[in-house]
């Protein structure tokens, strides 16, 4: 056998015996890995859902395409967590698109009847020293049992309840904004959002106001 062809052949064993190789660490990998953001996903809601839920609000999830949640109408997903099957509320990721420096991603969770539990920042590329005191202090605790009624939504610069950063207003005023449209959608839909029979796991629905 010529050698070039003995090179050939050496050389599309050794690529199949990777390419088997790579398929076998896929999936022995690919269960590991689905498990561990699942479970940093059910962290993430622990944080921000009502406490005492008895369900796993990963797989009550229902898809929504609101403008109030994300301006570019890309579908977020609800988690809904309950209690003997009765909502005790939800948490869903609300986008401010007027950032200083872009988006803003949040997660906020809202009891039944319309009173924030919580929010998180999930991402940000506000300016350190500045717009990241978002994350940075407890500015974020402010939005505890706030409700659409309870409070002026704005901040104080704006004549609203809300703080704001010195030489950072920008970047509260869309947190602010953000989780007020959130909160909104949230209290006109709320009925339909805990409604079991639209929310199964893999389920997806457009829930307009």
Same mark, same amino acid.
């Given at each position: 056998?010529?050698?070039?062809?003995? #090179?050939?052949?050496?050389?599309?064993?050794?690529?199949?015996?990777?390419?088997? #190789?790579?398929?076998?660490?896929?999936?022995?990998?690919?269960?590991?890995?689905?498990?561990?953001?699942?479970?940093?996903?059910?962290?993430?809601?622990?944080?921000?859902?009502?406490?005492?839920?008895?369900?796993?609000?990963?797989?009550?999830?229902?898809?929504?395409?609101?403008?109030?949640?994300?301006?570019?109408?890309?579908?977020?997903?609800?988690?809904?967590?309950?209690?003997?099957?009765?909502?005790?509320?939800?948490?869903?990721?609300?986008?401010?698109?007027?950032?200083?420096?872009?988006?803003?991603?949040? #997660?906020?969770?809202?009891?039944?009847?319309?009173?924030?539990?919580?929010?998180?920042?999930?991402?940000?590329?506000?300016?350190?020293?500045?717009?990241?005191?978002?994350?940075?202090?407890?500015?974020?605790?402010?939005?505890?049992?706030?409700?659409?009624?309870?409070?002026?939504?704005?901040?104080? !610069?704006?004549?609203?309840?809300?703080?704001?950063?010195?030489?950072?207003?920008?970047?509260?005023?869309?947190?602010?904004?953000?989780? !007020?449209?959130?909160?909104?959608?949230?209290?006109?839909?709320?009925? !339909?959002?805990?409604?079991?029979?639209?929310?199964?796991?893999?389920?997806?629905?457009?829930? !307009?106001?």
């Amino acid at each position: 056998m010529p050698d070039f062809f003995r #090179m050939g052949l050496i050389l599309m064993v050794v690529g199949l015996i990777a390419t088997a #190789m790579l398929a076998g660490t896929d999936a022995v990998t690919r269960a590991p890995i689905a498990e561990a953001k699942r479970q940093e996903l059910l962290r993430a809601l622990g944080q921000v859902l009502p406490q005492g839920f008895d369900n796993e609000p990963d797989k009550d999830k229902v898809m929504v395409t609101d403008t109030l949640l994300n301006k570019k109408g890309k579908p977020v997903g609800v988690y809904i967590g309950r209690k003997a099957g009765a909502g005790l509320g939800v948490a869903f990721v609300v986008t401010a698109p007027d950032g200083y420096s872009g988006n803003i991603e949040i #997660m906020m969770g809202v009891a039944a009847g319309g009173t924030i539990t919580s929010i998180q920042i999930l991402s940000h590329k506000e300016t350190p020293g500045l717009g990241d005191k978002i994350v940075l202090t407890r500015w974020p605790d402010s939005f505890k049992g706030k409700t659409l009624h309870n409070v002026k939504w704005g901040v104080k !610069k704006d004549g609203g309840d809300f703080d704001q950063f010195a030489g950072a207003t920008i970047t509260p005023r869309a947190v602010v904004g953000a989780v !007020k449209r959130g909160l909104e959608f949230f209290v006109a839909n709320e009925a !339909k959002l805990f409604d079991k029979s639209a929310s199964l796991e893999k389920t997806a629905v457009e829930v !307009k106001p």
